[in-house]
């Protein structure tokens, strides 16, 4: 079963205005409150599409384009799920940490064997897990995700509390712990403290334009995706997705990773990418944060996990913060500078709950720009890009569009640093992103039409969350 396109009223075809007939919101003017019965509708849409995505044991990112597990999919959809199907959010991420590596990393796809070869690009014979030392009897990918699913559990834990919900802690506790282990371990490329992305696709915002520096290191030829099938075009449109330079790139990075079978040993001397991703690592230091209390709930000492966390955030900051630009970069590893576009990604680190305030104001600072438009009443939700860079494009996938994850992430840190302000104006501004464009994967920033899978899991997953926490 498929919602297809779906907008709330109907689950037709995405609505061009609102279901009652007035205009959809246009850039500049503020989205009105929706109407109660109108976010009723709203919670049955997301609850569809989570439904018609659930495949036995964990719940697919999209039918077309994601018919495999994803990892960061996983923690976002399982936060969605505690509100209406808590059994299966637990089921989620145990079914995703099932596949953990015995190094600890969470891998960023979890295959489904009974797919047919081709179903996606690249596949597990490209991936070539098998053949890894300590990788799982599932076929995966060999990197990862932002580790965004210890504040899953716990948010999935405190919003129905149980004896249940506590063994499934006890569970996942140690390999939560496993996986920090991994992140702050071997993959300490910089000797800071911080995890290194190995890929752009760890990083989640696959073609954010803070790659393009790094990547143009990368020595590819768009020519070489003449030997492959990309899967992503056939059910997308071409001008919304990476380019085939982009994938020369991706494929030649996973080639280096995989022909070393995945070895994190002495990265720097040999792979091609290396990055801190400020989105990276402050999942990594708000991880600690939620382990902390996962910790009090299974009977460990939360005290290491607050000591880890206050030294992230600290290594956040000092590796990763620009005074001159007042916002937060990713720092290249191979150049050892940080990469000077300005996305979303430079204002993640308000998810750190002790991230100074210093930091805390100029996050808020570069938010409330024109390039970014946070409001206490705003028309849309953030994009993905700086509107006022030349290299934005509103509608390439995280090059411009809105997504529902950066905004719920940056919603999220807004209330834990006390703007209840901003966050109910981000908040209205979310709830009719969706109510305009339906469970869409991500949105034209402007006109807020749907774009990429209709029919997305973590759009409805995160919509189920803003809406119930109000
Ligand atoms: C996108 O990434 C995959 C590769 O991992 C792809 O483009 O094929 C990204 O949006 C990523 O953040 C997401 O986890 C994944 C599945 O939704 O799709």
Same mark, same amino acid.
């Given at each position: 079963m498929s919602t297809g396109a779906a907008g709330p009223s109907g689950l037709g075809a995405p609505p061009a205005d609102d279901p009652d007939g007035s *205009?959809? /919101?246009r850039a500049g003017v503020p989205a009105r409150p929706a109407p109660a019965g109108h976010l009723a509708d709203l919670r049955r849409l997301a609850i569809a599409t989570l439904d018609a995505n659930w495949e036995h044991?964990?719940?697919?990112p999209s039918r077309t384009l994601y018919p495999h597990q994803w990892s960061w999919d996983s923690a976002f959809i399982a936060i969605g799920l505690a509100h209406v199907r808590p059994d299966r959010a637990w089921r989620e991420l145990r079914t995703l940490f099932a596949a953990q590596w015995a190094d600890g990393r969470v891998p960023h796809i979890v295959f489904n064997p009974t797919l047919r070869v081709g179903s996606y690009f690249p596949g597990p014979e490209f991936? !070539?897990?098998?053949? =890894?030392?300590g990788a799982p009897a599932a076929a995966t990918s060999g990197i990862v995700q932002p580790p965004v699913h210890a504040q899953a559990a716990w948010l999935v834990h405190r919003r129905a509390p149980s004896e249940a919900s506590a063994q499934a802690l006890r569970w996942l506790y140690p390999r939560l712990v496993a996986q920090q282990r991994y992140l702050t371990g071997r993959r300490d490329v910089g000797g800071a403290g911080l995890a290194a992305i190995v890929h752009p696709w760890e990083s989640g915002l696959d073609n954010s334009p803070a790659w393009d =520096? /790094?990547?143009a290191a990368v020595p590819a030829d768009a020519a070489v995706m003449r030997a492959y099938r990309r899967h992503d075009t056939a059910h997308a449109d071409a001008a919304h997705r990476p380019t085939d330079l982009d994938y020369a790139r991706y494929v030649a990075i996973v080639a280096s990773y995989r022909d070393s079978r995945y070895t994190d040993q002495a990265l720097a001397g040999w792979h091609p990418f290396l990055v801190e991703c400020p989105l990276f690592n402050a999942a990594l230091g708000a991880a600690e944060q939620a382990l902390a209390r996962i910790a009090a709930v299974v009977g460990a000492d939360p005290g290491p996990h607050r000591d880890r966390a206050a030294r992230i955030t600290e290594a956040v900051v000092r590796r990763l913060y620009d005074p001159v630009t007042g916002t937060f970069h990713p720092r290249d590893l191979r150049t050892d500078r940080l990469v000077p576009a300005r996305?979303? $990604?430079g204002l993640m680190p308000l998810i750190l709950p002790d991230l100074p305030g210093r930091q805390v104001r100029a996050v808020l600072t570069e938010a409330c720009s024109a390039r970014f438009g946070l409001a206490p009443r705003m028309p849309r939700p953030l994009p993905t890009h700086d509107r006022s860079a030349p290299d934005?494009? *509103?509608?390439?996938?995280?090059?411009g569009p809105s997504w529902m994850n950066t905004n719920w992430l940056l919603w999220r840190g807004l209330r834990a640093h006390h703007r209840p302000d $901003?966050?109910?104006? $981000?908040?209205?501004?979310?709830?009719?992103?969706?109510?305009? !464009?339906?469970?869409?994967?991500y949105f034209h920033p402007d006109t807020a039409a749907g774009l990429g899978s209709a029919a997305f899991s973590w759009t409805a997953s995160l919509l189920l969350d803003t809406l119930a926490e109000g």
């Open positions: *205009p959809a /919101p044991d964990h719940t697919v991936w !070539g897990s098998a053949g =890894a030392e =520096a /790094p990547m996305t979303v $990604l934005f494009e *509103p509608l390439r996938y995280w090059r $901003l966050a109910a104006g $981000l908040r209205q501004s979310m709830l009719a992103l969706v109510a305009t !464009g339906g469970c869409h994967e």
